[in-house]
T-cell receptor, first 113, second 114 residues
Framework: DAMVIQNPRYQVTQFGKPVTLSCSQT?????MYWYQQKSSQAPKLLFHYYDKDFNNEADTPDNFQSRRPNTSFCFLDIRSPGLGDAAMYLCATSGINTVYGYTFGSGTRLTVV | AQSVTQLDSHVSVSEGTPVLLRCNYS??????LFWYVQHPNKGLQLLLK??????LVKGINGFEAEFKKSETSFHLTKPSAHMSDAAEYFC????????????FGTGTRLQVTL
């Protein structure tokens, strides 16, 4: 089945130690998104890629970076995680026209110790 | 600008009784509207979507929603709740356009009791 896969499901990292979360898709969608979701809150868009074009949200901290080496893969890098970065990170994809909505991965739950 | 308001942060129903989760939207353009469900520690799953076709939209697991332009509403309903319906539900709006971003409501937590 075509899908969006996030690895790992659970990630524990140390305060200040760089961490990378990965997302892959078999849908061949042009657009890939990264969302941060804290407990009992709606997902918050961090950035998205339209093909290779990177689009950062104005309020996304510089601590968060992303890479998209090809259509299928997208990575979220947190350069120096703080305790406040503990959250669920959701990857999503869509076609050029979002009239059909997004397809989400299962998420990666990040814990910072 | 587009926005979406979920009127209830928490709804509790008994198993077998109807479910109503309320959502109002505002959008300068013809909206696309979605309901997503999220079970604990899981990603978001699309329940149903409205994209300017039929105003009554049927989704998965017996859910449906009706788009009412005059009321700017897109409420989610289900005739009979099941224990497995307990989850967080998000109403989402988007422009019908290219690579447009989704705007999420704040979510409604549905509790189903015996």
């Amino acid at each position: 089945d075509a899908m969006v896969i996030q690895n790992p499901r659970y990630q524990v990292t140390q305060f200040g130690k760089p961490v990378t979360l990965s997302c892959s898709q078999t849908l061949n969608h042009n657009v890939m998104y990264w969302y941060q979701q804290k407990s009992s809150q709606a997902p918050k868009l961090l950035f998205h890629y339209y093909d290779k074009d990177f689009n950062n949200e104005a309020d996304t901290p510089d601590n968060f970076q992303s890479r998209r080496p090809n259509t299928s893969f997208c990575f979220l890098d947190i350069r120096s995680p703080g305790l406040g970065d503990a959250a669920m990170y959701l990857c999503a994809t869509s076609g050029i026209n979002t009239v059909y909505g997004y397809t989400f991965g299962s998420g990666t739950r990040l814990t910072v110790v | 600008a587009q926005s979406v308001t979920q009127l209830d942060s928490h709804v509790s129903v008994s198993e077998g009784t109807p479910v109503l989760l309320r959502c109002n939207y505002s959008s300068s353009y013809s909206p696309s509207l979605f309901w997503y469900v999220q079970h604990p520690n899981k990603g978001l799953q699309l329940l149903l979507k409205y994209t300017s076709a039929a105003t009554l939209v049927k989704g998965i697991n017996g859910f449906e929603a009706e788009f009412k332009k005059s009321e700017t509403s897109f409420h989610l309903t289900k005739p009979s709740a099941h224990m497995s319906d307990a989850a967080e539900y998000f109403c989402v709006v988007s422009y019908t356009g290219t690579a447009s971003k989704l705007t999420f409501g704040t979510g409604t937590r549905l509790q189903v009791t015996l």
